[in-house]
């Protein structure tokens, strides 16, 4: 079995320093079906062969642009997302990797994610992935209820799910699994024993999502004309409260609001890194990246059109947007993604903020309960997560 260790924030950027390491994100937008939940920037991957060769020795040559404003920097982790990047050629990902590792030579062996969706087809594709070099498979199972599958344009059956993980499991020493909860109609007695059957198949890490109702979806305009409800505030609680006890009872560690694992070793690296505020690159379209140049930390959000995406790296304007962050916006942004962990945020990064663990907002949040002073770190705790949007509002407004 492959060895992933968990990064510190000693491997992190320090926002300050100048960053060690750099971590790459690779958004594949091609989807065999547009669930009707989602709203990333996903197209249907019929009839455009051609185009996604394009896309990905695109891709490539923007990694190298990036890596000559970078400079040289320790590779931390690659995670390749979408849209379903299972259906990406194996032959493509592996070069993907192979460039990656020779602008930034990894100091130990690194976690190198990809996500997949459990339909027979993409399963049978499940070792040459490994080959390629993914050691690490998220999953997007979603539900094991066939019912439920249908109701959210999933293209697999709970069958093909279990076949596909039985198969995965041969073929990567790690796995982790995404569900969908507070669905219409779910009982928490159905959602509790949903999670259960999960956790007995093995995964080391499990990410459980509640609906979000986005209203330029499919499900979004269902909502508005009233078409169907998602659960009331109340049933939503009691989910969450269900999750959170279930895991927690199966000896998980909920180390960001909706990820949980295990032990520490099967923590996400790449997700961490990017938590602790680390660089990374956002490569393919409409990917969003992080990178410290000699002018400061920059935010980067690359062209969404496929084509357009293809033709900016061409002719070295891969980037919709690029945004130098003011100091206080790099703060802002650190706690904002921080405050979701359990590890929390470095308190000199909210005393930057004006914040105060003597009087002010972060002391009212203290003396409430909602969040903890350990260490040299504020972190939410378990009360204070369920309201974690409002906390970051009164920090940072």
């Known amino acids: 079995m492959t060895e992933t260790r968990a990064l510190s924030p000693a491997d992190q950027s320090t926002g300050d320093g100048g960053p060690s390491s750099i971590a790459l994100y690779l958004h594949w937008p091609y989807c065999a079906r547009i669930c009707p939940y989602c709203d990333f920037n996903v197209v249907r991957d019929r009839g455009r062969r051609d185009q996604q060769a394009r896309l990905a020795a695109a891709i490539m040559a923007d990694m190298e642009a990036q890596a000559s404003l970078t400079g040289p920097r320790r590779l931390a982790s690659i995670f390749f997302g979408g849209g379903t990047p299972s259906l990406m050629a194996p032959e493509a990902v592996a070069a993907v990797i192979a460039r990656a590792k020779a602008l930034f030579p990894p100091q130990d062996e690194i976690e190198i994610t990809l996500e997949a969706n459990p339909t027979d087809a993409e399963a049978g594709r499940y070792a040459a992935l490994a080959d390629a070099g993914i050691n690490r498979l998220s999953m997007g199972v979603q539900s094991f209820d066939d019912d439920a599958l249908t109701f959210l344009g999933r293209d697999h059956s709970a069958a093909e799910a279990r076949r596909a993980i039985d198969l995965a499991a041969r073929a990567f020493p790690r796995l982790s699994i995404d569900l969908i909860y507070a669905r219409p109609g779910q009982s928490v007695a159905d959602w509790r024993a949903e999670l259960t059957a999960a956790l007995g198949m093995g995964f080391e890490h499990v990410s459980p999502y509640q609906l979000t109702i986005e209203g330029t979806t499919a499900f979004g305009r269902a909502v508005a004309r009233g078409a169907w409800s998602p659960p009331d ?18 000896g998980f560690e909920a180390y960001e609001v909706s990820n949980h694992a295990r032990d520490i070793a099967a923590r996400s690296s790449h997700n961490l890194h990017v938590w602790r505020g680390g660089d990374y690159l956002g490569l393919g379209p409409g990917a969003h990246g992080r990178i410290t140049l000699p002018q400061g930390r920059t935010a980067t959000v690359a062209e969404r059109r496929i084509d357009d995406y293809i033709a900016g790296v061409a002719a070295g304007t891969p980037w919709a947007e690029r945004d130098l962050l003011s100091p206080t ?16 945020v470095p308190l000199p990064v909210l005393e930057r903020l004006g914040l105060s663990t003597a009087e002010g907002p972060l002391a009212d949040m203290m003396d409430d309960g909602f969040v903890h002073l350990t260490e040299n770190r504020i972190a939410a705790t378990a009360a204070g997560r369920p309201l974690l949007d409002a906390i970051l509002k009164a920090l940072l407004t």
């Open 329 to 344: 916006d790099a703060d802002e942004e650190h706690v904002l993604l921080g405050l979701r962990t359990v590890e929390g």
């Open 233 to 250: 505030e109340d049933l939503a609680a009691a989910l969450y409260e269900a999750t959170q006890d279930t895991l927690e009872a199966a």
